[in-house]
């Protein structure tokens, strides 16, 4: 079972960058499809990005552009690259994981539902 630790959140100001990372133990990453999600105050999570084991990426349309998803493997370790920072990326980001074994091509909400192992959060707040 994968254990997850988010961090690398802060406080910024709009059009700034952070680098989120997700730290994985208890098993390799290679072997699981890795998501981020945020919450922000008064809503519901949602799926902001996800890489699939064999290193396909999706991105919701809000942060497309902005957002980039990677892994490394020597690490045992998922970022999430954010620039042009906007209020409205203010929330709690998390990371989760599931073990993929899917061969298909499915698309970014299937694998935003299918998360079975979540880490703690990180607070990510954009001033204007």
């Known amino acids: 079972e994968v254990q997850l630790q988010a961090s690398g959140g802060g406080l910024v100001q709009a059009g700034g960058s952070l680098r989120l990372s997700c730290a994985a133990s208890?098993?390799?990453?290679?072997?699981?499809?890795i998501g981020w999600f945020r919450q922000a105050p008064g809503k519901e999570r949602e799926g902001v990005s996800c890489?699939?084991?064999?290193?396909?990426?999706y991105y919701i349309d809000s942060v497309k552009g902005r957002f980039t998803i990677s892994t490394d493997s020597s690490k045992n370790t998922v970022y999430l690259q954010i620039d042009s920072l906007k209020p409205e990326d203010t929330a709690i980001y998390y990371c989760?994981?599931?073990?993929?074994?899917?061969?298909?091509?499915?698309?970014?909400?299937?694998?935003?539902?299918?998360?079975?192992?979540w880490g703690k959060g990180t607070q990510v707040t954009v001033s204007s």
């Open positions: 989760a994981a599931f073990p993929d074994t899917t061969t298909q091509t499915m698309g970014a909400q299937w694998y935003f539902g299918a998360m079975e192992y």
């Open positions: 208890g098993s390799s990453l290679k072997f699981y499809a």
């Open positions: 890489i699939s084991r064999s290193g396909k990426t």
